[in-house]
């Protein structure tokens, strides 16, 4: 049982921690370019502290198995969270799409400019083949990487049994990539993925997805569920999954969770009729 001098002593330091903690988080919403000065600050000057309390607890041991020298330092100083950060949607929609080719298991898979970590973990167990706008300089097994425009792909109609094209048709023509201007990229790439795959093929889709159609240019276009699906003509939908606004994932969502995102993820897992 603390003394009732400490117990108040205790109970003052407890007030004011509450009241500059109340402070500090008003101040970040009111001037959040101080409060992140002043969060830097904080976090560099824990940052020397703690190379300080390391050096001393390597020099206790007689034989240091590292040298450890302040001009090599590389600081981190913002990765202390309760949890670890990820982008939900590059985390969750290849996670997705692989799900889907282990239940299919197709004989091979073509890809289309999908994230690299997407292609190169499917390769392990399905053979790839992966086509990009700028050329991959992958070596590995089961991979194949190669040049390829989406707006006139080296493929004969009807002839892909398996394919993806995940988070790049929103990129198209907006000349991020070195390609070249064009409103209707897009739409000459979707045209291109439905000319390539086979009557009963898959096709694995994802795009930004929200409440309206938007073009920030020149990062990505941002679509509607309905106009997806409008440009998709000759599929039907398989399954359609969603990232959400807070980054949450719905396997089976439906138009309804879609409209309701600024900047959601839609998946979609077409079969061509």
Same mark, same amino acid.
């Given at each position: 049982?603390?003394?009732?001098?400490?117990?108040?002593?205790?109970?003052?330091?407890?007030?004011?921690? $509450?009241?500059? &903690?109340?402070?500090?988080?008003? #101040?970040?919403?009111? *001037?959040?370019?101080?409060?992140?000065?002043?969060? %830097? /600050?904080?976090?560099?000057?824990?940052?020397?502290?703690?190379?300080?309390?390391?050096?001393?607890?390597?020099?206790?041991?007689?034989?240091?198995?590292?040298?450890?020298?302040?001009?090599?330092?590389?600081?981190?100083?913002?990765?202390?969270?309760?949890?670890?950060?990820?982008?939900?949607?590059?985390?969750?929609?290849?996670?997705?799409?692989?799900?889907?080719?282990?239940?299919?298991?197709?004989?091979?898979?073509?890809? $289309?400019?999908? &994230?690299?970590?997407?292609?190169? #973990?499917?390769?392990? *167990?399905?053979?790839?083949?992966?086509?990009?706008? %700028? /050329?991959?300089?992958?070596?590995?097994?089961?991979?194949?990487?190669?040049?390829?425009?989406?707006?006139?792909?080296?493929?004969?109609?009807?002839?892909?049994?398996?394919?993806?094209?995940?988070?790049?048709?929103?990129?198209?023509?907006?000349?991020?990539?070195?390609?070249?201007?064009?409103?209707?990229?897009?739409?000459?790439?979707?045209?291109?993925?439905?000319?390539?795959?086979?009557?009963?093929?898959?096709?694995?889709?994802?795009?930004?997805?929200?409440?309206?159609?938007?073009?920030?240019?020149?990062?990505?276009?941002?679509?509607?569920?309905?106009?997806? /699906?409008?440009?998709?003509?000759?599929?039907?939908?398989?399954?359609?999954?969603?990232?959400?606004?807070?980054?949450?994932?719905?396997?089976?969502?439906?138009?309804?969770?879609?409209?309701?995102?600024?900047?959601?993820?839609?998946?979609?897992?077409?079969?061509?009729?």
């Amino acid at each position: 049982m603390l003394h009732p001098k400490a117990a108040e002593s205790h109970g003052i330091t407890r007030r004011l921690t $509450i009241v500059r &903690t109340k402070a500090l988080n008003l #101040m970040r919403r009111i *001037f959040p370019a101080l409060a992140a000065w002043i969060d %830097r /600050v904080r976090a560099n000057r824990e940052f020397v502290k703690e190379f300080a309390q390391f050096s001393e607890l390597q020099n206790r041991f007689p034989i240091s198995r590292f040298e450890m020298l302040w001009k090599d330092r590389h600081p981190i100083l913002n990765e202390k969270t309760e949890f670890t950060h990820f982008d939900a949607h590059y985390t969750y929609h290849p996670a997705w799409a692989a799900r889907v080719l282990a239940q299919l298991r197709p004989e091979e898979h073509v890809d $289309i400019s999908s &994230t690299l970590h997407f292609s190169t #973990m499917v390769s392990a *167990f399905i053979p790839t083949k992966f086509y990009d706008y %700028r /050329v991959a300089l992958l070596n590995l097994s089961n991979l194949e990487a190669k040049k390829a425009d989406l707006t006139n792909l080296p493929f004969a109609d009807n002839s892909i049994k398996s394919l993806s094209c995940m988070h790049v048709v929103e990129h198209i023509g907006l000349g991020r990539y070195g390609d070249s201007l064009d409103p209707d990229g897009d739409l000459k790439a979707i045209a291109e993925l439905k000319r390539v795959v086979q009557n009963n093929g898959v096709l694995l889709f994802v795009v930004p997805i929200g409440k309206g159609s938007k073009i920030y240019f020149n990062a990505h276009r941002v679509y509607t569920y309905q106009q997806i /699906v409008s440009y998709f003509t000759g599929f039907h939908i398989e399954q359609f999954a969603l990232v959400d606004d807070q980054g949450r994932f719905t396997l089976n969502a439906n138009s309804g969770d879609a409209d309701q995102q600024n900047y959601g993820c839609g998946c979609w897992y077409f079969i061509k009729d």
